[in-house]
């Protein structure tokens, strides 16, 4: 038995420890904002916090979270920081597909969580984990300075 607090509410997992926890967030307590994509750490896209750390939930187990806080896309918005970037992605119109966009938005509050004012440079770094195939990068960027200046 596993106890893991995903955005503020506790849960159990009572299976295998070492089941990713990107499936314990989406199919058993069945927020499915955090998405899979290429199942090996490579693009970012199951970017979810762990006390406050962006990881990939796609090949952390269940086993390393128990205990600690995690925050998930749904719950991103109750921090004054995930609201600004949330704010900021409907204003300049981020999103195309969609399907990498939550993964995004995570790495970007992590960053400006540690960052109040980023570079171009440091936005790259930071994002650089975080792969869209409708190359939105441009206003990805241009996004995470509007919340930077949002939140100055």
Known sequence: MTDLTINGVKHTHNGDAAMPLLWFIRDEVGMTGTKFGCGVAQCGACTVHLDGQPIRSCVTP????????????EGVASDKVGAAVQASWR????????YCQSGQIMSAVALLAKNKAPSDSDIDSAMGGNVCR??????????IHDAATALA
């Open 62 to 73: 269940v086993s390393v979270a128990a205990g600690k806080n995690i925050t998930t896309i």
């Open 91 to 98: 204003k300049l119109d981020v999103v195309q597909c969609g």
């Open 134 to 143: 409708c190359a939105t990068y441009v206003r990805i960027r241009a996004a």
